[in-house]
C-alpha cells in the first residue's frame, strides 16, 4: 500500500513539484518531479528512514527487541544504570572476562530463550568501537579477514551452564541466503561455541522503515515482530533482526528493536 502525501508545487517553477507528509511529528518533503509513482514512493521510504536512522545514533538508550509482539530482550548502552546491574551479575559468574565499562555506548542485556541457538536465558555484551582481536577469534576457533569485519561484536554469557558464545559481525557473507531486505548498511553476523563450533544459524542485520518490514513480513509469511503502538510510543524504529538456517535455509523469527534514547 502506497503512502499518502501532498503535492507542493514550487513558486519559481511550477514543473518542480515535491511530496510532501508529516509522520510522528515530524515534516519530509521528497523531490516529486517526472518521478514515477513507484520511485516517489521510494523516495519518502528512503527520507523515513534516514530520519530513524538519525534518531538511532544517540549513544544512551534502551532497546526493547521484539518476536512476534513480545519482548524477548531489553538493552541498555553501559552508561546507564540499568545496565551496570547486569554487569555486576555478569562480573559475579564471569569475573574480568571482558573490560566491561571500556566505552559507555557498549550494549548489554537480558536474553531469553526465544530461539536456537539460545537454549537458556542469559546476558548479552556487545562490545563497540572495536574489531575482535585475532586472539580472541581463535580461542573460539575461528578466523575472519579483518577487512570484512565490522568495529564491533557480541559475547553472550549463559549463566545456567557458564557457556559463552561469540558472535562475529561482518559485512560480507559468501554463503547462499534466503530472500532478504536489502540496504548498504546491513550485515551478517555468526555465532561461535567455545568448543569452535559453529551455529547454523546466521543473523541478518537490516535498516528498513516498518512499512517495508511488514511488507516483506506478508510476503514470506513471517511474523511482523512490533505489536502495533510501538511505533508511536518509542523514539525510532529502523533495525530489524533477521534470521536463516545456512543449511536448510529456513527463516527464524524476525526481531524489531524499538528505541528509547534517554
Not at 528512514?49 to 530482550?73: M, N, P, T
Not at 540496504?183 to 535498516?207: H, K, M
Request: aromatic fraction near 14%; glycine fraction near 6%; proline fraction near 5%.
Amino acid at each position: 500500500m502506497n503512502r499518502e502525501y501532498t503535492t507542493r508545487v514550487s513558486e519559481e517553477d511550477v514543473a518542480e513539484t515535491y511530496a510532501t507528509l508529516t509522520k510522528n511529528g515530524s515534516y519530509f518533503e521528497v523531490p516529486k518531479g517526472n518521478k514515477s509513482e513507484e520511485e516517489v514512493q521510494q523516495g519518502i521510504d528512503d527520507a523515513l528512514l534516514q530520519e530513524a536512522l538519525f534518531k538511532l545514533s544517540a549513544d544512551h538508550y534502551r532497546d526493547d527487541v521484539y518476536c512476534d509482539k513480545v519482548i524477548v530482550r531489553q538493552d541498555y548502552s553501559t552508561g546507564l544504570t540499568e545496565a551496570q546491574a547486569l554487569i555486576q551479575e555478569l562480573q559475579a559468574v564471569f569475573p574480568d572476562y571482558e573490560d566491561w565499562d571500556r566505552h559507555n555506548h557498549n550494549i548489554v542485556g537480558r536474553y531469553t530463550a526465544y530461539r536456537e541457538p539460545y537454549n537458556n536465558s542469559g546476558i548479552s555484551f556487545y562490545s563497540s568501537g572495536e574489531k575482535p582481536t585475532e586472539s580472541l577469534l581463535l580461542s573460539f576457533n575461528t578466523s575472519y579477514l579483518n577487512s570484512n569485519l565490522l568495529e564491533w561484536y557480541g559475547l553472550k554469557f549463559d549463566l545456567d551452564s557458564e557457556q559463552v558464545m561469540l558472535k562475529v559481525v561482518f559485512r560480507s557473507y559468501e554463503g547462499e541466503t534466503p530472500e532478504l531486505p536489502t540496504n548498504p548498511r546491513n550485515f551478517y553476523a555468526a555465532l561461535y561455541n567455545q568448543d569452535g563450533t559453529e551455529s547454523n544459524w546466521v543473523d541478518y542485520y537490516a535498516f528498513a522503515t516498518p512499512k517495508k518490514i511488514r511488507e516483506f513480513c506478508a510476503a514470506k509469511g513471517l511474523s511482523y515482530p512490533l505489536p502495533p503502538t510501538i511505533h508511536t510510543d518509542c523514539d525510532a524504529v529502523g533495525c530489524w533482526g533477521f534470521v536463516f538456517n545456512k543449511n536448510t535455509l529456513e527463516y527464524g523469527p524476525v526481531k524489531g528493536y524499538a528505541r528509547y534514547n534517554q
